[in-house]
C-alpha cells in the first residue's frame, strides 16, 4: 500500500526550524522551491520524513541489507536531523536534530557497526565548531569525538569525521589566524581562516597528529576572491576551505581543499605536502576532462583509482556538477579521465557539499549537495536510479549494510478501529500481529501482517479487554511488543 503524505509538519520540527543554523550556504538555495510537507505517522506524530521521489532508470535492486543514510536540512525541509532508508525512499530510522545534521553515515569502531554525524554550531557560513556522535546499532550513543591538542575542544568542523581501523577519527577545524593578506589584495595585518586536520584516538580523546594549512600552503594558491569586508577578525579570509580527509593507499592522508581546486597527498609523519592534484601549483598535468573546481570528497579506491565530487559551482564554472574517476600516473605526474558521473538533469549544479561514494559491488552513489538528490550509477557511468528530496539539501549521501534493534519498545496508536504501528529503526521486522483477549493471562496471537513501510495498520476486531501488538521477524520469532492503554 502506498504511504500517504502527510499534511502537517510536526510541531517538535517546527520547533526546531527557528534554532537552526547557516552552513555551506549557495546561491542556488536562495532560489529553491516551496516548502515541500514531509510525510506524517499516527503512530509517530513528531517525526516528518520527507517524501522521497524514486526514478528507476533501470529495474529496482533487490533488496540487500543496506540501507541509504542521509542528513537533510534547510529551513524549507520537512526533516532537520539524521535519516536511514530503504531502496524505495521509505523511511527505516527517523531522528531530528536540533541543529543542522551533517555527515552521517555507518562506520565501523572496534569491529562494529555504528552511526556517527556532526552536531555543534556554526561561527561562520560554511564552517562548523562542535563534536561527532557516534551511536550503536541500538541507537544509544557510545562516544563523542572532538579537536583537542593546541586547538580547543568542541571545535570540530562538520566537513569530515571520518573513522580509521586503527580506533582514531580523521576531522577538520577552522582556525582563526593572523595574516598577510597583500598576496590577494588584503590588508598586512589580516585574518584568515586556517584549515586544520588532526586524528584524534577515539577511545582517549589524545591527539595523534595535527596539520595546518598556513605551514603548507600559501594564500596565493586560493582561487577565491577577498570580499571587499573580509579579512578581518570578525571575518576572516577563508583562502583554503578543507572539505574532506581520507587515508591513502600507503597510509598518507589525501585533503581535498574547496577554495584552492586542489587536492593534497600529506606526509602523515613530517605533514610535507608530497604532491599537488589541481588548482594554481598542479603537480600533475590534468588530461582532458580532469580539471575541477570547487571539489569535495577526494578518496583513493581500491583499485587505485581516485574519485571525487566535482561541484563545479560558486560561482559557476562548469554546466553540471559532476562525479570523476581519475587515473593518476605518479612517475609520468599525469592525470587521466577515467569515468564521469553525469547527472539526469543538464544544469545540476552544486553550489557547496556532495560526495561520491564508491560502492563494494562496483557502482557509484552520489550526494548532491545543495541540490536535493541523490543518484546510483555503474561503474561505467550508466545511471540506475535518481531519487528528490524535495527541498532543502543534504551534506553527504552513502550506502550501507545496518542492522538496527531499538532499545525502546514499538510505538502503537489505536485510532478508527486500527492499531498504527510503527518502530522506528528497527531492520529486521518482517512482520506485525495482534495479541487479543479478555486479560493477557488468556490473550492470544492473531495472523501476521506483513510490514507495510515505517507504519504499519492493523485492522481490530471487536473491543477487547487486552490489546497488544508484536513486531516479527521473518522467521516469525518476537523482537519487541507494546501493549496498548498502559
Same mark, same amino acid.
Given at each position: 500500500m502506498r504511504r500517504p503524505r502527510g499534511r502537517l509538519v510536526g510541531l517538535l520540527t517546527l520547533a526546531c526550524l527557528g534554532a537552526l543554523m547557516t552552513g555551506c550556504g549557495s546561491a542556488d538555495e536562495a532560489a529553491a522551491?516551496?516548502?515541500?510537507?514531509? *510525510?506524517?505517522? *499516527?503512530?509517530?506524530?513528531?517525526?516528518?520524513?520527507p517524501d522521497l521521489d524514486v526514478t528507476w532508470s533501470v529495474s529496482p535492486r533487490t533488496p540487500d541489507g543496506t540501507v541509504v543514510v542521509l542528513g537533510p536540512k534547510g529551513e524549507d525541509a520537512p526533516l532537520t536531523g539524521a535519516l536511514l532508508v530503504d531502496d524505495a525512499g521509505e523511511p527505516i530510522w527517523v531522528r531530528p536534530?536540533?541543529?543542522?545534521?551533517y555527515d552521517v553515515r555507518v562506520q565501523e569502531l572496534d569491529g562494529e557497526p555504528v552511526l556517527t554525524w556532526w552536531r555543534g554550531t556554526s561561527p561562520s557560513v560554511g564552517l562548523g565548531a562542535g563534536e561527532f556522535v557516534v551511536v550503536d546499532d541500538s541507537y544509544r550513543e557510545i562516544a563523542t569525538i572532538t579537536?583537542?591538542? @593546541? =586547538? @580547543?575542544?568542541?571545535q570540530a568542523d562538520f566537513h569530515e569525521g571520518r573513522l580509521t581501523p586503527a580506533g582514531t577519527a580523521l576531522i577538520t577545524a577552522y582556525v582563526k589566524e593572523p595574516a598577510d593578506l597583500t598576496p590577494v589584495g588584503g590588508p598586512a595585518d589580516g585574518w584568515v581562516w586556517e584549515g586544520v586536520v588532526q586524528e584524534v584516538d577515539v577511545a582517549t580523546g589524545e591527539v595523534l597528529l595535527t596539520w595546518r594549512s598556513l605551514d603548507h600552503v600559501p594564500l596565493e594558491e586560493t582561487k577565491s576572491e577577498l570580499p571587499e569586508d573580509g579579512g578581518t577578525e570578525e571575518q576572516p579570509f577563508?583562502?583554503?576551505?578543507? +572539505?574532506?580527509? &581520507?587515508?591513502?593507499a600507503d597510509g598518507s592522508l589525501l585533503v581535498s581543499a574547496r577554495n584552492t581546486w586542489a587536492v593534497y597527498d600529506i606526509d602523515r609523519t613530517t605533514g610535507e605536502v608530497q604532491w599537488t592534484l589541481g588548482g594554481e601549483a598542479s603537480d600533475f598535468s590534468l588530461g582532458a576532462g580532469v580539471e575541477f573546481a570547487w571539489q569535495h570528497d &577526494?578518496? #583513493?579506491? &581500491?583499485?587505485?583509482?581516485l574519485t571525487l565530487f566535482d561541484n563545479q559551482s560558486e560561482p559557476? =564554472?562548469?554546466?553540471?556538477? #559532476?562525479?570523476? #574517476?581519475?587515473?593518476? @600516473?605518479e612517475a609520468t605526474r599525469t592525470a587521466t579521465l577515467v569515468t564521469e558521473y553525469l547527472p539526469p538533469d543538464p544544469d545540476r549544479l552544486a553550489g557547496s557539499q556532495g560526495n561520491l561514494e564508491q *560502492?563494494?559491488?562496483?557502482?557509484?552513489? =552520489?550526494? !548532491?549537495g545543495s541540490r536535493p538528490f541523490y543518484s546510483e550509477f555503474t561503474a561505467d557511468g550508466t545511471l540506475l536510479y535518481d531519487v528528490a528530496l524535495g527541498s532543502g539539501d543534504n551534506y553527504r549521501a552513502s550506502r550501507a549494510p545496518w542492522t538496527g534493534a531499538p532499545a525502546d519498545p514499538p510505538d502503537a496508536v489505536l485510532a478508527d478501529?486500527?492499531?498504527?504501528?510503527? !518502530? +522506528?529503526? /528497527?531492520?529486521?521486522? /518482517?512482520? !506485525? #500481529?495482534?495479541?487479543?483477549g479478555d486479560d493477557e493471562a488468556s490473550a492470544t496471537p492473531g495472523q501476521p501482517v506483513a510490514r507495510d513501510g515505517f507504519e504499519t495498520q492493523l485492522p481490530v476486531d471487536g473491543d477487547p479487554a487486552y490489546l497488544a501488538v508484536e513486531a516479527l521477524d521473518a522467521d516469525g520469532a518476537v523482537l519487541g511488543s507494546t501493549v496498548l492503554g498502559d
Amino acid at each position: 500500500m502506498r504511504r500517504p503524505r502527510g499534511r502537517l509538519v510536526g510541531l517538535l520540527t517546527l520547533a526546531c526550524l527557528g534554532a537552526l543554523m547557516t552552513g555551506c550556504g549557495s546561491a542556488d538555495e536562495a532560489a529553491a522551491p516551496p516548502p515541500v510537507e514531509g *510525510l506524517t505517522y *499516527l503512530s509517530r506524530p513528531d517525526l516528518t520524513p520527507p517524501d522521497l521521489d524514486v526514478t528507476w532508470s533501470v529495474s529496482p535492486r533487490t533488496p540487500d541489507g543496506t540501507v541509504v543514510v542521509l542528513g537533510p536540512k534547510g529551513e524549507d525541509a520537512p526533516l532537520t536531523g539524521a535519516l536511514l532508508v530503504d531502496d524505495a525512499g521509505e523511511p527505516i530510522w527517523v531522528r531530528p536534530t536540533e541543529g543542522r545534521v551533517y555527515d552521517v553515515r555507518v562506520q565501523e569502531l572496534d569491529g562494529e557497526p555504528v552511526l556517527t554525524w556532526w552536531r555543534g554550531t556554526s561561527p561562520s557560513v560554511g564552517l562548523g565548531a562542535g563534536e561527532f556522535v557516534v551511536v550503536d546499532d541500538s541507537y544509544r550513543e557510545i562516544a563523542t569525538i572532538t579537536t583537542g591538542g @593546541d =586547538i @580547543d575542544p568542541g571545535q570540530a568542523d562538520f566537513h569530515e569525521g571520518r573513522l580509521t581501523p586503527a580506533g582514531t577519527a580523521l576531522i577538520t577545524a577552522y582556525v582563526k589566524e593572523p595574516a598577510d593578506l597583500t598576496p590577494v589584495g588584503g590588508p598586512a595585518d589580516g585574518w584568515v581562516w586556517e584549515g586544520v586536520v588532526q586524528e584524534v584516538d577515539v577511545a582517549t580523546g589524545e591527539v595523534l597528529l595535527t596539520w595546518r594549512s598556513l605551514d603548507h600552503v600559501p594564500l596565493e594558491e586560493t582561487k577565491s576572491e577577498l570580499p571587499e569586508d573580509g579579512g578581518t577578525e570578525e571575518q576572516p579570509f577563508d583562502y583554503f576551505h578543507v +572539505n574532506s580527509v &581520507a587515508e591513502d593507499a600507503d597510509g598518507s592522508l589525501l585533503v581535498s581543499a574547496r577554495n584552492t581546486w586542489a587536492v593534497y597527498d600529506i606526509d602523515r609523519t613530517t605533514g610535507e605536502v608530497q604532491w599537488t592534484l589541481g588548482g594554481e601549483a598542479s603537480d600533475f598535468s590534468l588530461g582532458a576532462g580532469v580539471e575541477f573546481a570547487w571539489q569535495h570528497d &577526494a578518496q #583513493r579506491q &581500491a583499485d587505485g583509482t581516485l574519485t571525487l565530487f566535482d561541484n563545479q559551482s560558486e560561482p559557476d =564554472i562548469g554546466p553540471t556538477s #559532476r562525479g570523476l #574517476r581519475l587515473t593518476l @600516473d605518479e612517475a609520468t605526474r599525469t592525470a587521466t579521465l577515467v569515468t564521469e558521473y553525469l547527472p539526469p538533469d543538464p544544469d545540476r549544479l552544486a553550489g557547496s557539499q556532495g560526495n561520491l561514494e564508491q *560502492l563494494p559491488d562496483g557502482n557509484v552513489l =552520489i550526494g !548532491w549537495g545543495s541540490r536535493p538528490f541523490y543518484s546510483e550509477f555503474t561503474a561505467d557511468g550508466t545511471l540506475l536510479y535518481d531519487v528528490a528530496l524535495g527541498s532543502g539539501d543534504n551534506y553527504r549521501a552513502s550506502r550501507a549494510p545496518w542492522t538496527g534493534a531499538p532499545a525502546d519498545p514499538p510505538d502503537a496508536v489505536l485510532a478508527d478501529g486500527s492499531v498504527h504501528v510503527s !518502530w +522506528n529503526g /528497527a531492520t529486521e521486522v /518482517a512482520s !506485525w #500481529r495482534l495479541v487479543t483477549g479478555d486479560d493477557e493471562a488468556s490473550a492470544t496471537p492473531g495472523q501476521p501482517v506483513a510490514r507495510d513501510g515505517f507504519e504499519t495498520q492493523l485492522p481490530v476486531d471487536g473491543d477487547p479487554a487486552y490489546l497488544a501488538v508484536e513486531a516479527l521477524d521473518a522467521d516469525g520469532a518476537v523482537l519487541g511488543s507494546t501493549v496498548l492503554g498502559d
